[in-house]
């Protein structure tokens, strides 16, 4: 394949080698209010590459050499693009002033991104970080982040780790799991907006790139617009209330310029029950200029967010308490408390130098990032389960009893659950301090702590060698020291905790006391460590209409966990350092685009990647032993697309056509099993697990008239296991087993029979219409009709393997577990198709220089109840168990699911200066 590629490379480069005579294309870009000339606007010719920033002057003057008609296309973060036709012919042309209009529905991009990033970021879903689209003009991936991101759309159903981003070409995807934290930078909408991204695999300067794309966000002050801006938001959706201030020097004297900015967020709950929120966001930066070619910076982050997580929810809870109902949290003196709080607070500190002239630009950058992030959570010992939808409290639990339902106590439970939905604080603190309990806690609030330090040194080089090739290249170290434990925030009441774990009576340390105090560490303790070194090289070239690319990368990283515990289930490998593990691997990509004519190209990219293992991913039960998954291997991703691109005066579009697939991939999971293999809390080890990713993607926008456009966009994909992985459980307590499992507490299941079922990776079709009006007066309204379907619940792996059919009494198969049945019983949940409607629309104000603007949106204005995520649950790990839980038709281990918000709305209000 490689071979190939180059051929056909070298191949279209040496016929479109001739002599080419040169001419311009000039003008002065111009704000079409104040008249003022605008610096550092793009402009280019669609289909071409060739693109340039107009000067202090607001001149730019395009250099071309291919004939024919063109969209000559200007734009800046600020205002709306203006594509101007041109006729290219043997004579320069002077377009003499261009004005640009301010774009007044920047707020839609600077407001609703956030609110989305915000609700995807719950852990438990797995979402992408769909803010990384805020910097495209691509009305596909806009409508994919403002419209379908409310129901969990991922484009082209990738996980986030594979986008990259970058704040000052200095990576931000973590070590751990490989996906960018946004909280991280949460609120700081005012200093982001200048972004650059590459979609999908096409070539970018600073990078290699992910199959998902990449951004790039440009932190420096001279890069943002200078002046002061104040807004102030009100919604009901993840946060009821927003203020923000931001204020940018400008270059002063050519040689120094600084900006500040900041925001809060809050709400006692958000659209959800029980889900606080509390955050802000602090940004500091400074630049000094060496001279026009040579410049440093210095940038500083401290972003905190706390908020009050939820729970999927079965079906049965949904009928009983809605889509607004959360089970994690209850009244404590009459305010809301939530017993699984996330909080937020690793502070970046950025150092840049800059060079950039006209043929070569350098970027050399340090980063450092520490702090930590707390999950707090209920522990119980020797004590019922707290959580109000624990299945012995649900009608369910009666109706599915195996010696006949109970109707009665089934009536009694829900009407139990009903009076009481909430977690009882009061009664937690009366357990424990009962007398039976002699101060010892059988209730625990304790938070899981991650404490990161993260070292980045990146260095990257733009040449240009010559008019028809440009090399990039890139260096990149990174180093993280992490630190996990569990700490004890609350004993409620009582005077210490045991130490020990419950199922096996072991001790979770045999050298520190056992009894535990409010601040102290307990149950386990470990450090991660993780080296990485990359670095990519990519040539570009550019002859008549043809571009193309090739691009390499070549990585090494280790992973190396330091157990700080002696757990006495893992005595042998729990304390001290593990072995390193070690990956290297190289990456491949290559493409090309070709203008048919100035309006019209085709492009075409290809793949293959060899990916080390994210870190949460090789080792098995980390928070208590040094073992990692036997034989883990690199992952391998083959990945091709194929565009097509219409640029014309009225009609703009994109139709996308893209094949993924993900080979040896490795997965760890966490839950209880009840099965054949006995009950107990397990770690699920899947490994040669692949996954096949193919769909096509249109995007379409029409100006009707000056004042109306429309819109059409649409995605139809597949989403797919396509290997039968093997499966092996880990059982928590090895240590005091015997039974079923080897003497290193594990059990080989075999291959589990998962192929051609979809991967729940959100809605794998997905359909837009818009219509948006522009009144020459500033103000604008927008409508987006959306349809949403082919969703689906995630699997369990362990119900698809041999073990599922074993009866435990016997150790036989069941009887009954008949290929039909069985394949009845584990069909893969869809979720119901919907339909959304979102309404958006502003109005804008600039005199004397002052800018005034107003924004609001309603999302879901039918108020919609639909399903966005879910997962089979694996507690019932045989045939006979999972059979008899669903005679009811209301299964007490049912899938759970997260529901989308209803109707909700948002507010803004903000003033430049």
């Not at 000039?26 to 008249?35: C, I, L, P, T």
């Not at 090895?734 to 059990?747: M, N, Q, V, Y």
């Amino acid at each position: 394949m490689v071979k190939h590629t180059l051929f056909l490379l070298l191949f279209f480069i040496i016929i479109g080698l001739r002599a080419q005579n040169t001419f311009s294309v000039q003008g002065v870009v111009k704000d079409n209010e104040s008249k003022m000339v605008l610096a550092n606007v793009s402009v280019f010719l669609e289909g071409e590459d060739t693109m340039m920033v107009t000067n202090a002057s607001g001149k730019f003057s395009l250099s071309f050499s291919n004939k024919g008609e063109y969209i000559l296309q200007i734009s800046s973060g600020e205002y709306t693009i203006k594509r101007i036709p041109v006729i290219l012919e043997d004579e320069n042309i002077d377009l003499g002033d261009i004005f640009l209009i301010r774009d007044i529905t920047l707020e839609k991009s600077i407001n609703l991104i956030t609110i989305t990033d915000d609700e995807l970021l719950d852990e438990e879903v797995n979402s992408n970080a769909l803010a990384l689209l805020q910097s495209t003009k691509d009305v596909f991936l806009n409508r994919a982040a403002f419209d379908f991101g409310q129901a969990f759309f991922r484009v082209r159903g990738y996980d986030s780790q594979y986008g990259e981003v970058y704040l000052n070409s200095l990576p931000m995807n973590k070590l751990y799991d490989g996906r960018p934290q946004w909280n991280n930078w949460g609120g700081l909408n005012d200093v982001i907006r200048n972004q650059q991204y590459s979609n999908g695999l096409k070539t970018s300067e600073v990078t290699f790139g992910g199959i998902l794309g990449n951004t790039n966000i440009d932190l420096r002050p001279s890069k943002l617009r200078a002046g002061t801006r104040l807004s102030s938001s009100i919604s009901n959706r993840t946060y009821s209330g927003r203020l923000m201030a931001t204020y940018n020097s400008g270059v002063e004297k050519e040689k120094f310029a600084y900006i500040i900015s900041g925001s809060r967020r809050w709400a006692k709950q958000g659209y959800i029950n029980g889900t606080l929120y509390d955050s802000y966001s602090l940004y500091g930066a400074m630049e000094y200029f060496l001279n026009d070619k040579n410049s440093f910076s210095a940038t500083a982050i401290v972003a905190s967010n706390r908020r009050g997580r939820s729970s999927a929810i079965t079906e049965e809870v949904f009928k009983l308490k809605g889509n607004k109902y959360n089970p994690y949290w209850g009244y404590q003196n009459g305010k809301i408390r939530n017993s699984r709080e996330r909080h937020i607070r690793e502070p970046l500190f950025l150092l840049n130098y800059h060079h950039e002239s006209e043929k070569f630009r350098l970027n050399a950058g340090l980063a450092y990032q520490t702090g930590q992030y707390t999950k707090s959570r209920l522990g119980y010992f020797n004590a019922p389960n707290p959580d109000p939808t624990y299945y012995r409290y649900l009608p369910s639990f009666y109706l599915n009893s195996p010696i006949g339902a109970n109707f009665e106590s089934a009536i009694e439970a829900k009407n139990g659950f009903l009076s009481q939905p909430q977690l009882d604080w009061e009664k937690l603190y009366a357990a424990n301090t009962s007398i039976g309990q002699n101060g010892e806690a059988a209730y625990v609030l304790y938070d899981d702590v991650t404490k990161d330090d993260q070292l980045i040194a990146r260095m990257t080089s733009n040449v240009e060698l010559n008019a028809h090739f440009k090399l990039d290249m890139g260096l990149t170290y990174r180093s993280l020291n992490s630190r996990n434990y569990a700490q004890i925030f609350d004993l409620l009441g009582a005077e210490y905790h045991n130490d020990i774990d419950v199922f096996s009576e072991t001790k979770n340390d045999l050298f520190s006391a056992l009894n535990k105090n409010n601040g102290d560490i307990f149950n386990y303790n470990y450090n991660v460590k993780g080296n990485e070194i990359d670095g990519f090289i990519q040539l570009n070239t550019e002859f008549k209409s043809l571009r193309s690319f090739i691009s390499g990368r070549y990585t090494i990283v280790d992973y190396q966990r330091e157990g700080l515990f002696k757990n006495e289930r893992f005595i042998n490998n729990s304390l001290g350092n593990s072995d390193k593990i070690r990956f290297s691997n190289w990456a491949f990509k290559s493409g090309a685009s070709y203008s048919i004519t100035g309006r019209h190209w085709v492009a075409a990219n290809a793949a293959y990647i060899n990916k080390a293992p994210v870190l949460q991913n090789v080792f098995i039960n980390p928070r208590e032993s040094n073992e990692s998954v036997p034989n883990i291997q690199n992952e391998k991703i083959t990945s091709i697309d194929a565009n097509y691109f219409l640029r014309l005066p009225k009609l703009t579009g994109r139709l996308t056509g893209f094949y993924t697939r993900f080979q040896n991939t490795t997965d760890v999971n966490f839950f209880f099993v009840d099965s054949g293999l006995g009950s107990d809390f397990v770690q699920e080890v899947l490994t040669d697990l692949d996954k096949l990713h193919l769909g096509v993607e249109l995007g379409l926008e029409y100006q009707l008239s000056s004042a109306v456009k429309l819109s059409l966009v649409g995605s139809v994909a597949k989403h797919l296991y396509a290997s039968d992985p093997f499966v092996t459980i880990n059982f928590d307590t090895a240590g005091a087993r015997e039974d079923l499992i080897d003497i290193s507490g594990t059990k080989f299941l075999g291959q589990s029979k998962i192929k051609g079922y979809k991967l729940a990776q959100g809605p794998q079709k997905a359909m837009a219409a818009g219509i948006e009006y522009r009144d020459p007066k500033y103000w604008w309204v927008a409508m987006t009709a959306n349809y949403l379907a082919n969703n689906y619940a995630n699997i369990s792996t362990i119900t698809r393997t041999q073990s599922f059919l074993i009866d435990p009494e016997t150790q036989v198969r069941f009887p009954d577990a008949t290929d039909e049945n069985v394949q009845q019983l584990l069909k893969q949940k869809s979720f119901d198709d919907f339909y959304l409607l979102n309404l958006v629309g502003g109005k804008s104000w600039l005199k004397n220089g002052k800018y005034v603007s107003v924004f609001a949106s309603v999302n879901n204005v039918f108020d919609t109840s639909f399903r966005t995520g879910g997962y089979e649950q694996s507690r019932n790990g045989n045939f006979g168990q999972l059979k008899q839980d669903n005679l009811s038709g209301s299964p007490s281990f049912a899938p759970k699911y997260w529901y989308g918000f209803g109707r909700t709305y948002f507010l803004n209000f903000a003033f430049s200066f």
